[in-house]
């Protein structure tokens, strides 16, 4: 799990100014973007505190590991003291990397930039940025990160 956290650590968010991409999310599985994990204690479990980054990553009991197709190893959900501000979907393995990129492409349209390995992409929106990092390993992952105030 380290590597997610290093990976996304690593990553700078929201540089400029950026248009909203088709169907921006304002909440990621039923949590708004800033909400208090108080409000989702019951069904979050600590797994991880990333303290240079003051973020805590949880982990749902029974989450749903799909995204449409694809097959994910783990999604972790992150509140800092400003609440909910990032998702980390895990790829199961490198070949679900497609899959994923296939249901981004499907839920947000064309991506705003192709990046790293064959399915690298990234939506920019006005308050949510989406980075599907393809390593091409089966380390890839889908990371949701919340511009919240």
């Avoid at 991880?48 to 009991?61: A, C, I, L, N, T």
Wanted: hydrophobic share 40%.
């Amino acid at each position: 799990m380290k590597r997610f956290f290093c990976a996304w650590g690593a990553i700078i968010f929201f540089s400029g100014t950026a248009l909203a991409f088709s169907n921006e999310p304002s909440a990621f599985r039923g949590i708004q973007w800033g909400e208090p994990v108080t409000m989702h204690s019951s069904t979050l479990k600590l797994v991880q505190s990333d303290k240079d980054q003051g973020v805590d990553y949880y982990m749902r009991v029974k989450d749903d590991l799909t995204m449409r197709r694809a097959r994910l190893a783990s999604v972790l959900y992150g509140f800092s003291k400003k609440g909910f501000e990032v998702a980390v979907l895990a790829a199961r393995s490198a070949n679900e990397t497609k899959n994923i990129y296939e249901a981004c492409v499907i839920q947000w349209g064309e991506p705003d930039e192709h990046t790293t390995g064959t399915f690298g992409a990234e939506w920019r929106g006005e308050n949510v940025r989406i980075q599907l990092i393809d390593g091409q390993t089966k380390n890839d992952m889908l990371i949701i990160q919340s511009k919240i105030q």
